[in-house]
């Protein structure tokens, strides 16, 4: 077991909204801790290259890197380690068990966890993760050059992958389950329809999948149709990381909180707050409102 030490502000995630939070606590002259998860930087590590992020032309994982650099500067720690609950309250101090086995403790608590991948729940899909089905084009993407792929998705993420995977693999067919992609920006709509590789399938959606002797997918669609390819990138959505959490901490139908309602001395940034966008740009905003709400509360204890 470590020492226990009293902290000002424990930060629980490493993507821009916890980072932002660390820098600006840290700034603030707050004795700053982030546990920050398995690995630096959340979904944001993941972008190949960032677009829509102002000032920066890198990748997502160079951004997080310097993120992490800039708040370790002004004093944030940061330990690459998850929550497995919180105990506690403002009053005796928020208790977080984490899985080194060690409790930290806090008198201010960011929750900026962040959301992770919705999982396919059709036949197959459990069964063949990490052996034809993937939740990271970036990631998996190169063991698919000159291949035939299949996108499930019809958002930004979605568009996305298709985009990167065009450039890898020797065909790709994006499906989704409504007649447009409506919910995907115009700019990446306009990427994929010039993309000579990529097909896309609409009002399609998917009902199993197995695996032939000759490693390829078989993809069964509603409608009774097969889907031949080497590989499914599946983008469908996310939902909050905030199983942590005790039940009586309310989130909504994505386990996703809202500010209001969360206990004193606790607050959220990021896309594992309710009702913001989930990009980059609104998770550094909540990150710093966040931070400042914190550095407030902590100021008048």
Known sequence: M????MHDVIILGSGPAGLTAALYCARGGKDTLVLGGDTLGGQTAGIA???NYPGWAGSGLELSEFMKKQAESFGAKIKFISAQNIAG???TGFNILCDDGNRYIAKAVIIATGASPRKLQIEGARELFGKGVSYCATCDGFFYSEKDVVVMGGGNSALNDALYLADIARSVKIVYRKGAFTRAEAVLRNRVSERENIECLFNT???KIIKRDDEKLVITTTDDNEIICDGLFVAIGHEANTDYLSEDVARDN????????LPRGMFVAGDVESDIKMQIATAVGTGCSAAMDAIAYLNQL
Do not use: Q
């Open 254 to 261: 994505m386990g996703r909180l809202a500010p209001s309602a």
């Open 205 to 207: 959606d998917l009902k």
């Open 2 to 5: 470590n020492d226990v030490v």
């Open 89 to 91: 309250d403002a009053e």
């Open 49 to 51: 290259v960032l677009e």
